[in-house]
């Protein structure tokens, strides 16, 4: 079975400060991708990041980056330099190489204060 | 279109009731993906098709849900016999083709709430 544990229900920072997510998975695939959605209020999912499980280095997207741990099968999300407009709910994705669906986890809720 | 349509947005229906739930994919996308996503909870994966054929259907929680996409783009999620439970919203996503790692794009959603 595959399944993401997000264990932050929600987190709060300051405008400017650095954030990260924790996001734990489980799968018995030897190869998978990872992805984090962020979802605002408008409930539209939006990809922020997104890294396959066989290349080591860690993806970037300007403000955003991951800590991919392959082996402890961890996948936090980095955001650096936060903005208003990163709050929404932020998910945490699995997508096994050989189904054709997403597994999410349950979700962190991110609230970025002025 | 420029991204993936749902509608309605809003659906409030009577326990008991039939509803169906429309998807318009991006145009050319050949794998279209169904979510259930309860408040407060991650999307969870309802089917997939890939073109016009239903390849995976597992995530269906009863018969009283089935998905069709008949010419290979539009999808229609009916509900029959609606039951509190039902309530949620209904996630859409399509994708240019099905590998891993391909960028799923997600409509808004149609929130359902049985009564």
């Known amino acids: 079975a595959q399944t993401v544990t997000q264990s932050q229900p929600e987190m709060s920072v300051q405008e400017a400060e650095t954030v990260t997510l924790s996001c734990t998975y489980d799968?018995?695939?030897?190869?998978?991708?990872l992805f984090w959605y962020k979802q605002p209020p408008s409930r539209q999912m939006i990809l922020v990041i997104r890294?396959?499980?066989?290349?080591?280095q860690n993806a970037t997207e300007n403000r955003f980056s991951v800590n991919f741990q392959k082996a402890a099968k961890s996948f936090s999300l980095k955001i650096s330099d936060s903005q208003l407009g990163d709050t929404a709910m932020y998910f945490c994705?699995?997508?096994?190489?050989?189904?054709?669906?997403?597994?999410f986890g349950q979700g962190t809720r991110l609230t970025i204060n002025p | 279109g420029a991204g993936v349509s749902q509608s309605p947005r809003y659906k409030v229906a009577k326990r008991g009731q039939d509803v169906a739930l429309r998807c318009d994919p991006i145009?050319?996308?050949?794998?279209l993906f169904w979510y259930q996503q309860a408040l407060g909870q991650g999307p969870e994966f309802l089917t997939y098709?890939?073109?016009?054929?239903?390849?995976?259907k597992s995530g269906l929680p009863s018969d009283r849900f089935f998905a069709e996409r008949p010419e290979g783009s539009v999808s229609t999620l009916k509900i029959q016999r609606t039951q509190q439970e039902d309530s949620a919203v209904y996630l859409c996503?399509?994708?240019?083709?099905?590998?891993?790692?391909?960028?799923?794009?997600f409509g808004q959603g149609t929130r359902l709430t049985v009564v």
């Open positions: 996503a399509s994708s240019f083709q099905g590998g891993g790692g391909t960028e799923a794009f």
């Open positions: 799968t018995s695939e030897s190869n998978y991708y």
């Open positions: 890294q396959e499980a066989y290349k080591q």
């Open positions: 994705a699995l997508h096994p190489q050989g189904a054709q669906k997403l597994v």
């Open positions: 145009s050319g996308h050949v794998s």
């Open positions: 098709f890939q073109n016009e054929a239903q390849l995976d």
